[in-house]
Structure formats: structure tokens, C-alpha cells
DNA sequence: CTCCTTAATGTAATCGTTTTCATATTGCGT
DNA sequence: ACGCAATATGAAAACGATTACATTAAGGAG
């Protein structure tokens, strides 16, 4: 079933048919009706792969991370999608836990044909993947990175202000020894959440004690094992920040079974602000990073990037804001 | 840049470069290794839209679901996304939030011209979309409802055997009032845990109250109305399974802000085995349903019906097993 | 040395659209 | 009634791969 089974039905020509699904003015309305209608009695679906071929144009973007099981990550994908759907524009999702495996994916990317693709990948150097996006001028969006260049784009955070927040809301509680569960070290989305938190910390007249500066891996047990060291020590944070919501699950689920409870002993704020900081208890306070215009930023970015192949991409900064739950509470004395 | 260039490059035709992508024997070795020089320092990638037109297959499959936020989805993707990939196949997403969205899914996957789609939506009828699919030879998978046709397949969950552990596990730490929370009345995936709950009591000589079998939606918030109202009986039970653990974490949550301890006061079972069970405190005992095994089902399932168009698509049925954790305990007396 | 088989490569048709260009039809002014 | 826009449609050439068929080269048997 093609299109010349419903031109040949319709007794039209191939273009007639043509014009009619792409809502070309030049055809007669009554011509344009009765095409439709035959469409509908056949049920004509054109091939996408022809199509494309012809036209050049997929209607697939591309999105590449490590772990769709990460809430963050399937929020996003939510919204991203929600949003092309209504472009009529499909998604080809490319998995990569390990960085090794990106060229895989870029190469699937590419045979695929996407018109842009979104690197949600943090741990990983620029190369020769990257080249060969550009190359075929195909537009990429990558998260966090502060690196912007011809068919590149990127949308970060500005942890700032959420992080002030954060440490104003705590000291307002009455905190003064507030601990940090940081990312990867060297991570640029990591380093600029620990900053934003000394630059917070001193906006409130507190101090970040070294000790209180932890690394971490963005996962659940990391933030376990971090909150177990704190906890541990003979001088204790009475409130925690983590570089996550993850984390923060972990340090409290740490907490928990440490015997401490969450806001009375401890204080912890996440940052994210997923699903799942809801469906815990007590439910967590957490600098919200805002899922739906991160992923409209995304789409604006492609669009100009199609529209001005030459130019360097966009630079979008999102704000980021303090949301108050359960899990913050006055510091004990 | 196309496999005209290449040929051109090598000095050959267009029909040896085709030959040696396709790693077809035919090809003198020292051809096949200077054909391969040239794509490589080209860095030429074959056009997908093309190679699919011609031959009819796109390596693309599609996953229409309700919600790719919902862990136990997101985790089926990952696996099955996984095994597709060592096929060199890509999978396209279809995000179908309500019902009537399904239409628009499927018109997505055969424009996209799929060659397969497994289809997690659980609540909505086989209609004139099925029809779609099939007329066009476009094999599907259904999860857990038990019907199978040409071109359609099903894998279901057997829930007995695990529903009679989890009861059994509960009846030895001396549970005799249990209760369970169960999904939307009338859908088969949630009748069929019902029942096997009813089941695995009786097998243990305990009486299922009626009151204590309540419906709810899958969600944390609907098993946390359900945990509420259950608590809130003068008779209440020691102990809950749950539909999915979903809801065990609603419930969960609601008892403890109830200020019930779990497992002190209550045990909670969950169903599914999401990876958020274990990052929860108390670890959610539940029972797990293996989602490699799903994956790897869903393509056995793909692979038969292509081999076999006209013959019923397979019937497979994954076995269930408990998982015990920290969430079940002694029953308080 | 010729004939025939086998191996290696090339030629060209084809997949299902879109789109340019050509053609047919219509309406309108004079 | 004629010519000329404007409008509606059709014919055919792409897009970039695959592959059936044709061709050439080489090797072996008689």
C-alpha cells in the first residue's frame, strides 16, 4: 500500500495525493476532500523512510544518558517528548552508561538520520564524537556544560540562587554546621553546585568547613556513605545539602537507620526536586531545577541552531529555587 | 556524502561498497580492506532511510507506555533497550498518558514503519488500532492479558507462586490479618494479583476480608488513601500486599506518618521489585517480577511471529518470587 | 587451445515519496 | 471570440541504498 494505490483509487495523480497530506493550497477543495476521504477508506500511512529520504528531514531527535532509571532523566524524556509529539517529531533514545559506548551511540544517532540530539552525558570529553555530529551539521544540546560552538548548545543551571536560598532557609532554622554531599569531583555540573553552596555559605556569614565538603556519585549509596561518614564523626553538620535528590535519598535513608531522624537530628535538602521527594517520608526539601522549561530550552536551542548554522549555539541559564518540605526543621541545640 | 562518493573514492561500484557493509562473501579480501580504508577516512555512515525504503526493514521497534517515569517502566526499557542494541536496533518511544492518545501512538510507530511494538498499556480495549497493526503485519506484544492472535503476543506474570510466598512468609511470622491493596478493578493484570492473593490465603487457611481487598490506581498517592483508610478501622490489619510497589511506598509513607512503625506495627509487601525498594527504609519486601526476563520474552516473542505471520503469536508466562527484606516483620500481638 | 565453471565486479532497476516543470483547464477583460 | 492570467493537475526526475542480472576475468578439464 502506497501512494499510488490511493492516487490510482482516487483517480488522481501521485502529486494530487501528495499535495493533499502536506495541506498544499493548490489543490481544489472538493479534489482535496475526496483524496482525504480515500486516504481514510485505505487507511494510508505515507513511509517515513521515504520521506525522509526525499526530503532530508527524519522528524527524530536524539537523546543519549546514562540511565533512563534515573528519575531526573525520565522527567526530562517525559517532557521532551510531550513537546516534539505536538511537532509531530519522534524520539530514538540511545543509552550510555559507560562513556566508551558513546561513539556507539552517536553512530546510531547518525544512521538514524536525528535532527538533533541531546547529550545528557556529564562524565565525558568533548572528542571526535563530537566532530562528527558538527560535521554533518547536526545540532547538539548538552546540559551543563558552559561550552557553546557552531551546532552546539547548551542549557545549564544556575544553582546560585537555590542554593542561597537553601542556606538562608536553614540558618533562619537556626543551622550553623550545614554539610555538603557533593558529585564527581572535576565535573563541571558537580564543582558549580559545591560553589554555589560556599558562595551561599558565605553570603549568610557561615562557614563550610572543609571536612563538611564531601565527593560523591550522585547515586543513592553514595549518598549513604557520605552521610554515614558525617555522622560519624565526633562533630556533627546538624543539616546536610546534597548535589541531588538521589544522594539526599541516600543520606537519608542512612540517617534513618542510623537512628536519627529526619528534620529532628538532622536537616537535609536535595536539589532536583523529582518525583520521588514526595513519596518519601518525610518529604524532602529540595532546590527545584525546573524539568519542563529545561526541555523547551532544548527545543529553542534547535531551533536556532537550524536556523543559524554558522552562529554559535544559544547559552540558556535556567533559575533554580528552593522548595520547602518536611525533611528541614530547626536545628537542635 | 553518500555511497556514490565512497565508490567513486575507492574505485569501485556503488554495489561493491553495498557488498562489503553487508559484509557479503563475495567481495575479494583486498577489495573488502580498501573499501573499508575509504568509509573509514570518509567517515561514511549509510543513509537509514534509505537502506529501510529499499529493503523494507527499519531495525526500529516501539514501546508505547503510559509513563516513563514509572520506574517499573523505565527499568523494562532499559533492558529491552539493551538487548536490541547488541541487534543493532533502535527503539522509538511513544509516551500514551490516557487511552485516547493510543491512536495517535500507533499512527507514530507505523509512519515509523516499526517492526515491532510491545504495548504496556494495560487499561484499554483491543480495537480498530490493534487492527491497524495487524492488517499492516506488524507484530505486537501485550503484558499480562492473556490473549494471543496472529501478529499478537503476550507475556503475562504468573503472580500465584509469589503471592503464595509473600502469604506464607507473613503467616510464619504469625500474620493472620492481611490485608491488600489492590489496582483498578476490572483490568486483568489487577484482577489476576487479586485473585492470587485470595488464592495464596486460602492455601494458607486464612480468610481474605472483604473489606480489606480494596481497589486503588497503581499510584503512591492511592496507596496511601488505602493505607489510611485502613488504619483508620477499629480492626486494622498487621500486615499489606500491595498491588505494585508503587503503592507499597504510598502506604508506606502514610503509615509512617500515621506514626506506625513498619514492619513494627504493620508489614508491607510490595509486587514488582523496582530498585527503589532499596533505597527506601525499611527495604520494601516484595514480590519480584523479572523484568530481563520480560525484555527477553517481549523479542522471543518478536522473532516467533515474524518467523510464523500466520500461525498465533506466543504465550509466554514469567514465574513471580519474593524478596524479603526489612518491611515484614514478627506480627504485633 | 578451447570450453566451461567459478569468482569478482559492474550496471541498472527499484523502493515510496516530494517537487520541479510542463500541461490542461478555467475565468476574465476586451 | 480571443488571448492571457491564474488555477489545478499530471509526468517524471530525483533522494541513497540494495540486489537481480549481466559481464568480465581467471582457472581447470579435456
Chains 1, 2 share one sequence.
Not at 550553623?176 to 549568610?204: H, N, P, W, Y
Request: glycine share 6%.
Amino acid at each position: 500500500m502506497n501512494i499510488k494505490t490511493v492516487a490510482a483509487r482516487a483517480g488522481v495523480s501521485v502529486a494530487t495525493v501528495s499535495r493533499v497530506m502536506s495541506g498544499s493550497a493548490l489543490v481544489k477543495p472538493e479534489t482535496t476532500a475526496h483524496v482525504r476521504r480515500v486516504i481514510e477508506e485505505l487507511q494510508f500511512i505515507p513511509s517515513a523512510s521515504a520521506t525522509t529520504l526525499k526530503t532530508g528531514h527524519s522528524r527524530n531527535y536524539g537523546v543519549i544518558l546514562p540511565d533512563i532509571t534515573n528519575p531526573y532523566f525520565a522527567e526530562f524524556i517525559r517532557e521532551f517528548e510531550s513537546l516534539l509529539e505536538d511537532q509531530r517529531q519522534d524520539v530514538l533514545l540511545a543509552t550510555t552508561e559507560r562513556p566508551e559506548r558513546m561513539e556507539n551511540s552517536i553512530r546510531r544517532m547518525l544512521t538514524s538520520q536525528v535532527e538533533g540530539v541531546v547529550i545528557l552525558i556529564a562524565d565525558e570529553e568533548f572528542g571526535p564524537n563530537y566532530d562528527r555530529l558538527t560535521l554533518r551539521k547536526i545540532p547538539a544540546v548538552t546540559i551543563d556544560r558552559l561550552t557553546v560552538a557552531p551546532m552546539m548548545s547548551d542549557v545549564a543551571f544556575d544553582f546560585d540562587t537555590g542554593m542561597l536560598q537553601a542556606v538562608e532557609h536553614l540558618a533562619k532554622f537556626g543551622h550553623r554546621e550545614i554539610a555538603f554531599i557533593g558529585g564527581i569531583k572535576g565535573l563541571a555540573t558537580s564543582d558549580r553546585r559545591k560553589q554555589a553552596f560556599v558562595k551561599g555559605m558565605r553570603a549568610c556569614k557561615l562557614r563550610a568547613k572543609k571536612q563538611w565538603l564531601l565527593d560523591g556519585l550522585y547515586t543513592v549509596d553514595s549518598g549513604d556513605a557520605a552521610m554515614r561518614a558525617l555522622m560519624a564523626a565526633e562533630v556533627r553538620p546538624t543539616a546536610v545539602i546534597t548535589v541531588n535528590d538521589m544522594t539526599a535519598l541516600g543520606a537519608m535513608r542512612a540517617a534513618h537507620e542510623l537512628g536519627f531522624s529526619v528534620p529532628g537530628d538532622v536537616s537535609i535538602v536535595g536539589l532536583d526536586d523529582i518525583e520521588l521527594t514526595r513519596v518519601i517520608s518525610p518529604a524532602l526539601t529540595t532546590i527545584q531545577l525546573p524539568r519542563r522549561e529545561l526541555a523547551r530550552a532544548c527545543v529553542e536551542c534547535f531551533a536556532h541552531m537550524l536556523k543559524h548554522p554558522k552562529k554559535p549555539g544559544l547559552q540558556r541559564i535556567l533559575e533554580s529555587r528552593l522548595v520547602v518540605r518536611r525533611s528541614t526543621g530547626p536545628a537542635k541545640r
